[in-house]
């Protein structure tokens, strides 16, 4: 068990701009989960995938995001014509389902975005 | 919908005394967990505990516990013998429905006085 990984740890990027991230959950974790967070706020909700299909979306998340798990495994986050506002820390959080049931999540240490 | 308020933005508590961070909730599912996970200054989020809804025990993990009032709708975690290493901030959270995603409060950020 490997923990939950993202990459990259930081992205700066120039508004207008697209920007990619990736999440490696851990091992057999079939729920996968992004969050944004903000400073000085908790974690907000944006998507949900169980194994490879997306079931579920924030309004939160705009038509400029698009989030991916393709063949259930590893997961990206895709933000298009990055704004300012967009500026925030991206968790990725994954929780086993089934047999290894645990209605716990664990986190990845995050992507820092910064939007020039 | 779900709600998770914590009213405490800061707390400070000297080393090896007993803090108690305060959450209250409010949901709409008959079936929901509560958690509380800690964020130190590297912003990993760590789970420090959690409370099965249904259960009417108070969760504890070595110098954590947490009392649950269901009918009030109140999660507070308790942190005994406070250590160097607990500050942090701490959220309480919520989850529960079809895809168990979590509601989290503002987070309370503690400090600890040696």
């Known amino acids: 068990d490997t923990g939950v990984s993202q990459d990259p740890r930081h992205k700066i990027t120039k508004r207008g701009q697209n920007v990619t991230f990736r999440c490696d959950p851990i091992s057999e974790h079939n729920r996968l989960y992004w969050y944004r967070q903000t400073l000085g706020q908790g974690p907000e909700f944006l998507t949900y995938?169980?194994?490879?299909?997306?079931?579920?979306k924030s309004r939160l998340l705009s038509d400029r995001f698009s989030a991916e798990r393709p063949k259930g495994s590893f997961s990206t986050l895709e933000i298009q014509r990055t704004e300012q506002g967009d500026s925030a820390m991206y968790l990725c959080?994954?929780?086993?389902?089934?047999?290894?049931?645990?209605?716990?999540?664990?986190f990845g240490p995050g992507t820092r975005l910064t939007v020039l | 919908a779900q709600t998770v308020t914590q009213s405490q933005p800061e707390m400070s508590v000297q080393e090896a005394e007993t803090v108690t961070l305060s959450c209250t909730y409010d949901t709409s599912e008959s079936d929901y967990y509560l958690f509380w996970y800690k964020q130190p200054p590297s912003r990993q989020m760590i789970l420090v505990i959690r409370?099965?809804?249904?259960?009417?025990q108070n969760a504890t993990e070595n110098r954590f516990s947490v009392n649950f009032q269901k009918a009030a709708k109140s999660f507070s975690l308790k942190i005994s013998d406070s250590q160097l290493g607990d500050a942090a901030m701490y959220f309480c959270a919520t989850s529960g429905g079809a895809t168990n995603k979590l509601i989290f409060g503002t987070g309370t950020l503690l400090a600890v006085q040696p």
């Open positions: 959080a994954t929780e086993p389902l089934g047999g290894q049931r645990t209605d716990t999540q664990y």
């Open positions: 995938f169980q194994n490879e299909a997306q079931l579920e």
């Open positions: 409370q099965e809804a249904y259960k009417q």
